[in-house]
């Protein structure tokens, strides 16, 4: 068990907070603050608890250079109506400079204030210890709370933790109790949904999952490269060429460890990758020579709420289809209603899963949906996130 807020006495200290405002901006507008709003329940805490915080995160891919329209000023803005209180906030292109340690040491309990992104600074993302040191100075303790970054070891995410004890926030304890159990404890039976394109970018997760779920389900684009493993032919749907063999080792995997390996049995398939595209759904070993497949058909939808009615824990990770476009979102949809009704817990992690169940409104049905697309993806791969890894442990 790693310490949380809850763990020490914060009152009077300078808690320098690592959060993940990456939010999405248009003309200079936060267009989403779902990443705002989830940390403002470690934040609240503690000033309510008499905390002098600092936040700090990065935004984007300034790479190192001062530029005004990666600033974070637009979230200071938005943290001060969503928290009621004035969120200070000076610019400054270095980060940590004399000002900035002034307003940090001014403090009073309490009041919060934001530096400026991180990532401003290229020593972020090389975890070089002489600006963690920096970022270090301003505080007393150092509260993880960026998910999203936990699987990079960078300054402001790994760094300060050795000049600071290193406590998480709710947002962590969070995603180490689901997450974690889901890996270490899950409640049988298990299993875990699978999708998006690429085969390679799940690769390990699936080798991972395999010595632990019951039942893996795999829909998306990578579900036509198990088919070519199988020896079905794809039409013209997207190909993870590289990794074909890998996908026939893991089919094979999965049935020397007794695990129950479900690939779609009917696909919608288009002409186009285009919503008004001709469609024509068919069997798997169906496709045709000159289409693509953009979906999960309804037999398949079927099979898969069969697979999940008497689960106790799922993990889903990618969508079933193309669910940008409307026509071919159905899939998608399905699951997560499957999902939304089911007694079972249900772990989004992250990235377009996460943004699917937000489309759809069903999110707060969710037992727990993962702030963190990549960092979610490499603890279920079994790894250590370097920005927990520093969190002192009970």
């Not at 936060?30 to 503690?46: F, G, Q, S, W």
């Not at 496709?287 to 058909?297: A, H, L, S, T």
């Not at 009615?309 to 399905?334: D, L, Y």
Request: proline share 4%; aromatic share 6%; net charge negative.
């Amino acid at each position: 068990m790693k310490k949380t807020i809850r763990d020490i006495d914060v009152r009077g200290k300078r808690t320098l907070v690592r959060c993940d405002f990456n939010v999405p901006m248009q003309d200079g507008r936060i267009t989403d603050d779902t990443r705002i709003t989830a940390a403002l329940p470690t934040i609240r805490y503690l000033t309510d608890h008499g905390a002098k915080v600092i936040l700090m995160s990065h935004m984007g891919r300034p790479k190192g250079e001062a530029k005004s329209e990666f600033s974070l000023e637009p979230v200071a803005v938005r943290l001060s109506q969503l928290l009621e209180k004035e969120v200070e906030f000076k610019s400054c292109p270095v980060v940590v400079c004399d000002t900035i340690k002034e307003m940090a040491g001014s403090l009073s309990d309490g009041e919060v204030m934001l530096l400026e992104n991180v990532r401003f600074r290229k020593e972020e993302t090389k975890n070089d210890p002489d600006f963690a040191k920096e970022l270090a100075s301003l505080g007393d303790v150092f509260v993880q709370e960026a998910f999203g970054t936990a699987h990079r070891a960078h300054a402001s995410t790994a760094g300060v933790a050795e000049y600071l004890p290193a406590v998480s926030g709710f947002l962590i304890e969070k995603e180490v109790k689901f997450l974690g159990g889901a890996v270490e404890q899950p409640e049988r039976p298990f299993a875990a949904i699978m999708g998006g394109a690429k085969v390679g970018d799940k690769i390990p997760v699936i080798e991972n999952l395999l010595k632990k779920v019951d039942t893996l389900i795999v829909g998306g684009g990578m579900a036509y490269t198990f088919f070519k493993a199988m020896g079905l032919n794809i039409g013209t749907s997207i190909l993870d060429e590289e990794n074909v063999e890998l996908a026939g080792q893991l089919l094979k995997k999965a049935e020397d460890n007794g695990v129950k390996f479900l690939l779609p049995v009917d696909v919608i398939c288009a002409d186009k990758f285009d919503n008004g595209a001709e469609t024509v759904t068919v069997d798997r070993d169906s496709i045709p020579e000159n289409m693509m497949g953009m979906d999960i058909g309804p037999r398949t939808v079927q099979l898969y709420r069969e697979a999940l009615k008497n689960v106790k824990t799922v993990v889903w990770n990618g969508p079933m289809g193309v669910f940008e476009m409307p026509n071919f979102a159905g899939g998608t949809r399905a699951v997560a209603e499957i999902l939304a009704e089911s007694q079972a817990i249900t772990i989004i992690g992250g990235g377009d899963s996460a943004a699917a169940v937000e489309q759809f409104g069903l999110a707060e049905k969710m037992s727990h949906i993962s702030t963190g697309g990549g960092a979610s993806l490499e603890f279920l791969e079994g790894k250590t996130l370097p920005g927990i890894a520093v969190i002192e442990d009970k």
